[in-house]
């Protein structure tokens, strides 16, 4: 039986995303997709941890194989149910984070919500190892705001426009902590590699179905 990558969503955006970028390079490729807005919520209002319980339960209802976590705040703590699932969990973010770590020392992470800046960081300084990495975070106000009211267009400029700040302020890279902000870097004109998470986690993600 065919069961394919399970991605887990907080909201219903990422779904068209993730299946465009399943189309343009993996076609073929079997995705399924659960939606759970209330543990961003939840996350939000008492810490990824919280989560845990119901994120264990959901993704045990949803069936056998590999988990693909595009929420960055509560990423961690789906890796960590793996053991519990029997069955490999990433979060999205892990390989862009292991792409900047090696991209530069100075990196630049730009986040909407509040609650994804220390995952964020935690990830980055544990994909780094003994490398020495300086990471500063910003929160790009404004635009969590627009992306609520649904203003993609307005969300994405405003995380562009942020890009471009933080390109000034001597950084070797800049990463963009919520797989939402994707569409961002396309529209950053500066000269410094902005990384997004949605493709090389789709990618990653898909792997662990060919190794399992």
């Known amino acids: 039986m065919v069961t394919g990558l399970l991605l887990l969503h907080t909201s219903p955006v990422h779904v068209p995303v993730f299946d ?6 993996h076609p073929g490729a079997v995705l399924r997709h ?11 209002a008492e810490g990824p941890e919280s989560v845990a319980p119901a994120l264990l339960g959901l993704l045990a209802e ?34 862009m984070a292991a792409c900047a770590v090696r991209a ?8 909407a919500l509040e609650s994804t800046l220390a995952p964020t960081r935690e990830l980055l300084a544990e994909e780094a190892g003994e490398r020495p990495v300086s990471i500063v975070t910003h929160l790009v106000d404004g635009a969590w705001g627009r992306f ?13 426009e942020a890009a471009e700040e933080a390109a ?10 919520q797989a939402s902000m994707a569409g961002a870097a396309d529209l950053a004109t500066g000269r410094i590699p902005v990384l997004s ?3 090389p986690g789709l990618a990653a993600g898909l792997a662990m179905c060919s190794a399992c």
């Open 62 to 95: 949803a069936g056998p194989g590999p988990v693909l976590v595009t929420c960055s705040t509560i990423g961690a703590t789906a890796e960590s149910l793996a053991p519990a699932l029997g069955a490999p969990v990433l979060r999205v973010d892990r390989p």
């Open 34 to 44: 659960l939606v759970a807005p209330e543990l961003l919520d939840r996350a939000r």
């Open 104 to 111: 530069g020392a100075r990196i630049a992470v730009l986040a």
């Open 20 to 25: 465009a970028l399943r189309d343009r390079d």
């Open 148 to 160: 609520e009211a649904g203003d993609t267009a307005g969300y994405l400029a405003r995380v562009a």
């Open 168 to 177: 000034v302020t001597g950084a070797d890279v800049i990463v963009l902590a």
């Open 197 to 199: 998470s949605p493709a």
